[in-house]
């Protein structure tokens, strides 16, 4: 059972996803960087695409500094790698689901897909 401030459901296809694109990086647990672009997002993860690889099941902070409105804004948050799949004009497709999201970074997350749906609070 999750608590509160996981994720709400082990499935990240159960969550609304909302397309999200802005540059990212991945650290890896052996403190390797991979340049990305997030592609979408949702409560429970997001996907990305990137030239280099990610090892599936890889432990990884997804880092991502953007506007939101005309706030700066920066997402770190903790993830798995659950897919990683080699496009043919696009380096990789990168699946991650959040291994957990404190109260912060869910609230966050959520001013985020609300932003995009276009309902700003």
Same mark, same amino acid.
């Given at each position: 059972m999750h608590s509160s401030s996981s994720v709400l459901s082990t499935d990240p296809r159960l969550n609304e996803r909302c397309a999200w694109q802005c540059p990212a990086k991945i650290v890896t647990h052996l403190f390797s960087q991979v340049s990305a672009e997030t592609h979408d997002l949702?409560?429970?993860g997001m996907s990305l695409h990137a030239r280099?690889? *990610?090892a599936l099941g890889a432990s990884c902070t997804v880092g991502v500094l953007f506007l939101l409105g005309t706030d700066l804004c920066r997402l770190n948050v903790g993830a798995l790698c659950t897919s990683c799949t080699l496009q043919p004009d696009n380096g990789y497709r990168i699946g991650m689901q959040f291994e957990f999201l404190n109260a912060t970074t869910r609230a966050? *997350?959520?001013n985020i897909?609300?932003?995009q749906r276009g309902r700003v609070a």
């Open positions: 949702s409560l429970s280099d690889p *990610i966050l *997350i959520e897909l609300n932003w």
